[in-house]
């Protein structure tokens, strides 16, 4: 190997240490003592850098890529971003305040990250702006849950919080909707063009504490009615179908 390239290539190959602090950032341990995370794939990454993401690193030689990626098949490009600045903002200074203006999300325990990945994804494509979670719903900067939003991330604020409390300090009368099986069906049921919808944990639903605060609880009935179905719908799945409703009312 002739000189030049072979500087060249020692120039290229990434530090050890550099590797170890990219894999810390599997756990959020290790996202929360750096303030970064990890997006892979050209779309989620320009996505990112498009929607003004502070870009710590790219990283896009092959054998790189390979060192660092999450995935079973790398996609050719790894970014490690900086925390946008709301997620600082509300970890030092305030709790995040719900826009009355708007229609907005909140996760109560949703833990699987795929779940919660394809929710934000959902939630883009609706044009949802905000999705409040309770603390124990999967935390969106896992590089699981940034693959599944394939980009939506970018444009798409998920704030970390108290959730009763924040339902609690709501305008008296505020529209809290919930999915529940003891709710009124969704298709003949008002449905106001602001509002926080609430979607609940895989296996229990809502919590009960969280429950007690809804004031509009909604059904997704199935068809046709008396009809022996499948107990629940996917969490994804029922935001999906209730986002939908909304927008096509509103």
Known sequence: MAFVDTFLYFCNVISKNRIKLI?????KKGRLKTGLFVAEGPK???????????????????????QVSFLQHPQGVVGIFRFPNYVAE??????PVVDSSKLSLALDGVQDPGNV????????WFGIEDIYCSHTTADCWSPKVIQATMGSIARVRVHYTDLPELLRALP???????????????YSTDLAAAGLIVM????????????????????????????????????AIATAIVCAEFRRRN
């Open 117 to 124: 990945g394809t929710i934000i994804r959902i939630a883009d």
């Open 23 to 27: 894999k810390s950032l599997a756990t």
């Open 172 to 186: 008296k009368g505020f529209p809290v909707y919930g999915t529940s099986l003891g709710g009124n069906d969704i």
């Open 90 to 95: 509300e970890d030092t200074e305030c709790a």
């Open 44 to 66: 989620v990454v320009d996505d990112l850098q498009a929607a003004g993401f502070t870009a710590d690193e790219i990283i896009d030689d092959d054998a790189d890529v390979r």
């Open 200 to 235: 609940g944990n895989e296996g229990n639903g809502i919590s009960a504490e969280v429950m007690s605060i809804v004031n509009k609880p909604l059904l997704i009935p199935n068809y046709p009615q008396g009809r022996t179905t499948a107990d629940s719908l996917n969490v």
